[in-house]
C-alpha cells in the first residue's frame, strides 16, 4: 500500500483511493470521494 502510494505521488497524482477487502466499505461508496474532493475520509 505505501509503495503504491509513493508512486501515486511519484506520478504527480493529486488523490488517492485505499479500500481494504474485509467487507465493511461498499466499492458503490467510492462515488462520493469523486464528489468531494477535498474531503478527508477515514474510517
Do not use: K, Y
Not at 508512486?7 to 479500500?19: D, R
Not at 461498499?26 to 474531503?39: F, G, K, S
Amino acid at each position: 500500500m505505501i509503495a503504491g502510494l509513493r508512486a501515486a505521488a511519484a506520478a504527480s497524482f493529486s488523490h488517492a483511493l485505499q479500500l481494504d477487502a474485509d467487507g465493511q466499505h461498499q466499492v458503490e461508496d467510492t462515488l462520493a470521494c469523486w464528489q468531494r474532493p477535498n474531503a478527508i475520509r477515514t474510517a
